[in-house]
């Protein structure tokens, strides 16, 4: 890691004179899709990390020091990502919870190694991420190779007699996914009827949705973002198509049933374990109910991913990015809204694994 920041890190990015007494403010950000489709995601973000920072300050704040957040906006663009990444740079931020979209991460990555910030991501998962031997890059959401297990695995094990589709819109992180489930569905012995890639952003999908038809796919596995499926789905039911959907962790958005309405029914996903669902979060989710706030998705996974790095500082004793990198993989673990957590060398977590949920009556739940 470069060293050439790590002096300013140990300190603060400004200088906040109150009554007379300079008081030294540590600033974190996080940075995701603020604005653009997949804002949605930005949100959760940006509510995790507030709450996160609010906690921490009326706990004391951190070694001593106030936290200021900082809010990024990359819209999942990855020249966007780098130009905010160096922007960060300039505000010597101490940490960066972000960013959502891999594609986003993994550019925006090669500016915070160098300057020797810490990267923590909740959201993104395609495993080139922390396989490129940097040192202060994290995530506290799984991957896309264990994520494509499961799903894989799944499509094998009931629909291994099925004709199956498998369709990703060439971001990293939605062509990871779909490969990966690819990988473990082929090794099932199961070859799919149609690999197809599709352009983001499009709002007509009727070339794939006519291909689907005339293959008689009977389900489709999508790797890519709810918006584009939303639409594909709407799209698949206006021609009289059943055929059934699954995709990925990118589907945990309220923001899916507003756009597919009772057409998203029956659609399956793999995510991590619901976080708002554990007991030992009531008291939060309670708190953003209040604010009129459903805390779904990678709202409490920001959260969780500022209180391990706050709990590194206090095991550090200082912001110092490479100190606080060693306290994160010093095997210990740190007690979280994903429960009691802990890094490897990578930089990846031992989380609990992915499991299946399906879309009914405008939510999304469990498969039993």
Not at 148 to 176: C, F, M, P
Not at 182 to 211: F, H, M, Q, R, W
């Amino acid at each position: 890691m470069s060293k050439t920041k790590l002096g300013l890190l140990a300190t603060a990015s400004a200088l906040v004179m109150s009554m007379g007494i300079a008081k030294a403010d540590i600033v974190i950000a996080t940075v995701g899709p603020m604005t653009g489709p997949y804002a949605a995601f930005g949100e959760q973000m940006t509510k995790g990390a507030q709450k996160a920072v609010e906690d921490l300050n009326a706990a004391g704040g951190v070694l001593g020091e106030t936290v200021v957040l900082e809010i990024g906006d990359d819209a999942c663009d990855p020249k966007q990502a780098v130009a905010v990444a160096n922007q960060l740079v300039s505000k010597n931020v101490a940490l960066v919870a972000g960013h959502f979209c891999s594609g986003s991460s993994i550019p925006a990555s090669e500016v915070y190694f160098e300057e020797g910030i810490l990267q923590i991501s909740p959201a993104s998962t395609n495993p080139q991420l922390t396989e490129r031997d940097m040192d202060n890059v994290f995530r506290v959401c799984g991957r896309d190779d264990q994520q494509g297990e499961v799903a894989g695995k799944y499509l094998a094990e009931n629909y291994g007699d099925k004709r199956i589709a498998i369709v990703h819109d060439k971001q990293a992180y939605s062509k990871g996914l779909a490969d990966e489930t690819k990988k473990n569905l082929n090794a099932a012995g199961i070859t799919e009827v149609v690999y197809e890639a599709i352009t983001p952003n499009e709002k007509d999908y009727s070339a794939l949705v006519t291909k689907l038809k005339s293959e008689n796919i009977d389900i489709l596995y999508y790797g890519g973002y709810h918006t584009e499926l939303g639409l594909i789905v709407r799209q698949m039911r206006s021609q009289g198509m059943d055929t059934a959907v699954m995709s990925g962790d990118a589907l945990n958005s309220l923001e899916y049933w507003a756009i597919t309405g009772d057409a998203g029914s029956g659609t399956l996903f793999t995510n991590g374990p619901k976080l708002e669902d554990d007991p030992r979060n009531a008291e939060l989710v309670k708190y953003y109910e209040g604010q009129g706030y459903v805390p779904e998705g990678y709202t409490l996974y920001t959260y969780g991913a500022v209180q391990a790095w706050a709990q590194a500082v206090a095991k550090a004793g200082t912001v110092d990015s490479e100190a606080v990198s060693e306290a994160l993989k010093s095997g210990d673990s740190f007690d979280t809204v994903l429960g009691s957590i802990a890094f490897d060398a990578k930089g990846d977590v031992a989380a609990p694994g992915y499991v299946i949920y399906k879309w009914e009556g405008g939510a999304y739940d469990y498969v039993n």
